[in-house]
């Protein structure tokens, strides 16, 4: 399908998604968000395809929802018709790893979409923050959730209380927030690189093991460990782990065939 607010590329396993709404600093506006969906949903169901890459431009991964697309809603119609609830239809269903590549402005929304990733790699200039208290609202993405779970309280009340407060990529990585930090023009390739690694992977324990984290977010400890063995148990029915101790036994590199 041909986009107009995103470009897709397939690199090896890799599937690569671009955000690409220069003139608005890819703000994340309904057609946008509808087509990063579409793709995501084909990439995840490709058999050919390990891993996705998420990024934007040198200037911005994306500034936040598209704020003159918000401005007139009422409360009854957003309520009613769940404003931006499509954010997460797809994202959060995703098996297979997302990993964001994030140059400059992630703010709002843009900030909330990184933190849907599973890894984030932050170029030197990026900049993470919620600035939706200065327009009169409030983070609606997951900011006041996932940000909080990754930076802290303190860290995450003063981003999101000031609205002026952001991290630098430095700090997010500090924080914790991204994997790590890399110059403008190698943090994507950074991310294909870790994406590659990860398709050279056995697909079902790549998605059990993605699985097992996120699950630790919504479970106590006891249930989440319970979680994790039953699933750490159901990777012996798989021909991976068979090639994967054989090849260890055998001193030999695996080869994962995804059965
Ligand atoms: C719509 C936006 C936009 C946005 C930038 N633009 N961000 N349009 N929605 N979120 C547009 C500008 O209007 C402008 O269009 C063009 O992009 C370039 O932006 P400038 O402001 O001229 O660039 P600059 O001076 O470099 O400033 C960059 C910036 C600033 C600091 C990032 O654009 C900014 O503050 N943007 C808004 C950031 C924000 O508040 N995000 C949170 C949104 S609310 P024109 O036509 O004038 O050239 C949100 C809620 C999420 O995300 C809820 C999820 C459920």
């Not at 699933?231 to 798989?238: A, P, V």
Request: proline residues 3%; glycine residues 8%; neutral net charge.
């Amino acid at each position: 399908a041909t986009h107009k607010y995103i470009l897709t590329e397939i690199n090896d396993k890799v599937g690569i998604i671009r955000l690409n709404r220069p003139k608005a600093l890819n703000a994340l506006c309904n057609d946008l968000f509808t087509e990063l969906n579409e793709s995501l949903k084909d990439l995840d169901s490709n058999d050919q395809i390990g891993a996705i890459v998420l990024t934007g431009s040198d200037r911005a991964f994306a500034a936040g929802a598209d704020i003159k697309e918000m401005q007139d809603k009422n409360m009854v119609e957003s309520y009613t018709r769940e404003l931006l609830g499509h954010w997460t239809e797809q994202i959060l269903k995703l098996k297979k790893p997302l990993i964001a590549a994030v140059n400059g402005y992630a703010l709002g929304g843009g900030c909330e979409l990184a933190m849907m990733c599973d890894i984030i790699y932050a170029g030197e200039k990026a900049v993470f923050g919620q600035p939706e208290i200065n327009l009169g609202t409030i983070p609606g993405a997951g900011g006041t959730q996932r940000l909080v779970r990754a930076v802290g309280k303190s860290k995450a009340m003063e981003m999101i209380l000031t609205g002026t407060v952001n991290l630098s990529a430095q700090e997010a990585c500090s924080a914790g927030l991204v994997s790590g930090v890399y110059p403008v023009d190698k943090v994507l390739e950074k991310a294909i690189e870790t994406a590659k690694i990860i398709s050279s992977k056995g697909l079902p324990s790549v998605m059990m093991a993605k699985e097992a984290v996120n699950t630790s977010f919504e479970l106590p400890l006891s249930s989440g460990l319970q979680f994790e063995r039953r699933l750490f148990q159901t990777t012996f029915g798989t021909k991976d782990q068979k090639e994967g101790m054989s090849a260890f036994a055998e001193k030999r590199k695996p080869k994962f065939t995804n059965e």
